[in-house]
Every structure is written in C-alpha cells, then in structure tokens.
C-alpha cells in the first residue's frame, strides 16, 4: 500500500533504497516498531532539496506531515512582510489540523536543508484507524496532545506580545476584538463570532 516518492508526492516512481522508517518522536512516540510499519503504509514518503516550499500560506491543505530527516521553516506573512515563526527538526509534525479540517494553509512551510517527509490525508489517516485501533487511538492521542500543546504555545505568545485578535466574518460589518479578554472569553467570543457562518476572516497585529 505504501507509495515511496523521491520529490514529488503525485509520482508512482520508487526509490533506489528503501525510505527511513518513521521516528518514534513526537506524535509517533507512543507507537511500536510495528505499529510504525503498519502506519507507514497508509501514508506516502517524498524527498525535497533545499528550499522547497512544501505548503504554500493561503493554498488548500489537507495532509498531515512528518518531518523524517532534514530542517524546516514556517513563516507567514505578517504586514506583506515574510516573518519566520518556528523550524521543525526530524520526528516533529505540521498540518495536524489540516487532516482533521483541510483548509487553506496558514503558514508556508519550506526545507531549509535536503529533506524527506511522511504525509498522509484524511481518508488514509481514517484508513488506518478502521485497520488497525490499537494503533490508531495511540496515534489520536499523539494528535491531540500536540494540538493542545500549541493551543497553549497560542495563548502564551497572544499575552507576551498583547496580539489583538479581529474577527471579521464575511457579509457582516461587525468586528471583534480582545486585546484584554481571558482564555474562556476569548473563545466564547470567537463561538459567537462563528453563529451561522461558515469562514470567518482572522487577522492579528503584533504591537512590540
């Protein structure tokens, strides 16, 4: 079942050697070698050179990555500026939530050295859960303790920096922002924001 890529994630070509195995790091580590395997062949591995874009900010994601060697950088855009915001080293994941909700990228994600990377989308990841449960409730949970995580991550830098949030759903007038509120405001704010409407538009202004 496994598709083993150099480059490009669309090519039915193999590999002159087989591909890394996954790490058990990171949303992985509470999984067996054999679970692992198992995990593996649901999803696909491709090779990138340095300075690749893999997600591209704004573009319609749907797949879960995991970095198996190499370095990369998010950035996104802030004020028409390019602004780096985090490297991901080898066993570490991007586009958890995109599997879960495929939407457009938030960030762009590029290789900041030769790399592979492991994906897989949202069908192969509900594939594997039906295949194998065992596996695929320690792999939930490796999900969801990274997601809440990086919500944390979210809220500490949103203080530190005093982001202020706006809301701006579409066809309606009303904005809203928090540059004072708590976490539990915050979020019910955002729930309201979100009543009967499908997108909403977010924006932040770091003030430093």
């Known amino acids: ?66 970095l198996v060697e190499g370095e990369l950088q998010i950035f996104a855009s802030v004020s028409g500026q390019e602004m780096s915001l985090a490297k991901v080293e080898p066993g570490e994941c991007i586009g958890e939530l995109a599997v879960l909700v495929p939407g457009p990228a938030s960030a762009t994600v590029r290789t900041i050295a030769d790399s592979v990377l492991w994906s897989m989308d949202g069908d192969s990841l509900r594939s594997y859960i039906s295949d ?14 990274i997601l809440s995580t990086r919500l944390h ?11 202020t ?30 009543a009967g409407e499908q997108k909403v538009k977010i924006s932040t202004e770091i003030k430093l």
């Open 1 to 66: 079942m496994s598709n083993l890529i150099p480059g490009d994630p669309s090519s039915d070509s193999g590999w002159e050697q087989l591909p890394p195995s996954l790490p058990a790091v990171g949303i992985l580590a509470g999984l067996s070698t054999e679970s692992l395997a198992n995990l593996a062949s649901y999803g696909v591995y491709a090779s990138y050179k340095d300075g690749t874009e893999v997600i591209e900010e704004g573009r319609e994601q749907d797949r879960l990555y995991i």
């Open 132 to 145: 194998h449960p065992g596996g695929g409730g320690v792999f939930l949970m490796g999900m969801a303790q």
């Open 153 to 163: 991550e979210a809220n500490h830098r949103i203080s530190e920096n005093n982001i």
């Open 165 to 194: 949030p706006a809301f701006v759903p579409p066809r309606m007038e009303a904005v809203i922002t928090a540059p004072s509120a708590s976490q539990t405001s915050f979020f019910e704010m955002i729930k309201k924001s979100l």
